[in-house]
C-alpha cells in the first residue's frame, strides 16, 4: 500500500452538546502543494467527533466522517475499530505523561 497524506483542520467546541463533552468538526484542508512521490493525498470532506465523559474516569468517542483514503471498505473497517482506538489511546497516554512533568 502507498502512504497516505491527510491535510486537515479541527475546529473544537468545549461543552457541546452537554457539559463536558467536546465536539470536534473536522474538514479538509486545501493545498497548492504537489503529492509527495509514491504517496496519495487522502481528501476530508467533513467529519465529526464528540467524545463525551464517563463518571469511572474514561470517555466514549463518537466519530463520522466523509472521507477517500483510497481503501475497501474491509480495510477502513478494520482500521476504525482496531487501530484508530490503539492511536487515541496512544495519544491519551502521551499527553498524561506530558501533563504530568
Known amino acids: 500500500m502507498k502512504p497516505r497524506e491527510l491535510l486537515w483542520r479541527w475546529k473544537m ?12 468538526v473536522i474538514y479538509g484542508e486545501k493545498s497548492d502543494l504537489p503529492v509527495p512521490p509514491g ?3 487522502t ?3 467533513i467529519g465529526n467527533a464528540i467524545v463525551r465523559p464517563n463518571d469511572d474516569g474514561t470517555c466514549r468517542l463518537t ?3 466523509c472521507m477517500n483514503f ?4 474491509f480495510v477502513w473497517n478494520a482500521m476504525s475499530s482496531g487501530w484508530m482506538i490503539r492511536n487515541v489511546i496512544k495519544m491519551e497516554t ?3 505523561k506530558q501533563c504530568a512533568q
Open 13 to 24: 467546541v468545549r461543552d457541546h452538546p452537554e457539559p463536558g463533552a467536546t465536539t470536534c
Open 39 to 41: 504517496m496519495l493525498r
Open 43 to 45: 481528501e476530508c470532506r
Open 63 to 65: 466519530m463520522f466522517a
Open 70 to 73: 483510497h481503501f475497501p471498505s
Open 94 to 96: 502521551y499527553y498524561q
